[in-house]
């Protein structure tokens, strides 16, 4: 049985790198206020630039397992949040909302209690994996957003920032 959660969590890790990996690179956004509790959270309350991604004001960000990465030529991060949001519910939000923002789907799985959403926007891309936590719909739901902005993309330089010969 650990053998086969162990697969099925190799395998959920394989296809998240797969879909992101040929999805391409992504782009900037920005962040809502804390105190407008009724609008949408944006994944922006971590990177300061991802404005175009929304969370229902449920989902809460969980900073201490949040990164970001910034450069002269690339944005990006890992942005966690969890809140009591039904997942089927959460997933229909995000296929509107990153719809409505202008963000193509490139790709989907789900299995057991897990979804993963890949989206992608010129020179961007959005992984966002959602997980219904114990007690299924009476729990919560964790959403993980990996977000990656090629700030360098049309421009004559590499992905470090220097400029190409």
Do not use: H
């Not at 049985?1 to 999805?23: C, D, E, Q, Y």
């Not at 922006?44 to 910034?70: H, R």
């Not at 002269?72 to 991060?77: H, I, K, N, V």
């Not at 519910?89 to 202008?102: E, H, I, P, Q």
């Amino acid at each position: 049985m650990g053998i086969i959660r162990f697969s099925k969590a190799l395998v959920m890790a394989a296809v998240a790198a797969t879909l992101l990996t040929t999805a391409a690179c992504s782009s900037k956004s920005n962040q809502t206020s804390d105190a407008d509790l009724a609008a949408p959270v944006t994944v922006g309350a971590m990177a300061a630039n991802f404005k175009d991604i929304e969370l229902p004001a449920e989902m809460k960000w969980d900073t201490a397992e949040s990164i970001t990465v910034n450069t002269s030529s690339f944005q990006g991060g890992i942005a966690k949040y969890s809140g009591r949001v039904e997942i089927n519910s959460l997933r229909d939000f995000l296929l509107s909302s990153m719809a409505n923002n202008k963000w193509k789907m490139v790709g989907d799985t789900q299995y057991d209690n897990k979804i993963i959403l890949a989206f992608t926007k010129p020179s961007r891309a959005c992984l966002i994996a959602l997980e219904e936590g114990f007690g299924g719909f009476l729990g919560k739901t964790y959403a993980t957003l990996y977000v990656t902005s090629d700030l360098a993309a049309g421009t004559r330089t590499n992905p470090f920032g220097e400029p190409l010969r």
